[in-house]
């Protein structure tokens, strides 16, 4: 089975999240930001694992994706490296295979970017295999809540059983 978790991450818990969830999933399961997500990379691929933070109750777009300008001095940068989830998601190429979807988030009623990103999986050829997980921050910017990279090893761990 080859595996990889894709993220987009502005502060860096995303991608803890990420690892953690490869890591899950087993030796050889890669974490791969968007950038690293290309087509060549999902080649033969049989499970894709995505996530991204809840920015303005769903995936970040042109409008809500932070910038360094937009921030207040004292909040951390944005890692702005990567290209979007939603830009990602529009250009994954057809296949087939499975999928899961996460995403880090404050605790709260306060919007999932699971939703889109399982639904874009799914029009792409990527059946769901498991409901999806959310993982929460402490703030606006983050530190993931304690426990959050353990509970994500083993929901990684838990798709690897799942699967056939």
């Known amino acids: 089975m080859k595996a990889v978790v894709v993220y987009e991450s502005l502060w860096g818990n995303t991608a803890k999240i990420a690892q953690a969830i490869a890591e899950g999933l087993g030796a050889g399961t890669l974490a791969l930001s968007t950038a690293q997500a290309t087509p060549e990379a999902l080649a033969g691929v049989d ?13 970040t777009s042109d409008a809500t994706r932070p910038s360094p300008q937009s921030l207040p001095s004292t909040a951390p940068k944005p890692d702005l490296s990567h290209p979007m ?16 979807a996460f995403e880090t988030r404050v605790r709260g009623p306060f919007g999932h970017s699971v939703k889109t990103i399982s639904a874009a999986l799914e029009a792409a050829g990527y059946a ?8 929460i921050v402490t703030g606006k910017y983050g530190i993931l809540r304690d426990g959050e990279v353990d509970r994500a090893r083993e929901w990684g761990a838990a798709l690897a059983r799942a699967l056939p």
């Open 85 to 100: 989830m939603r830009t990602w998601l529009e250009s994954l190429p057809a296949g087939s295979g499975r999928s899961a």
């Open 47 to 59: 499970l894709i694992v995505a996530g991204a933070p809840v920015i303005a109750f769903n995936l």
């Open 128 to 135: 769901t295999m498991a409901p999806p997980a959310s993982f």
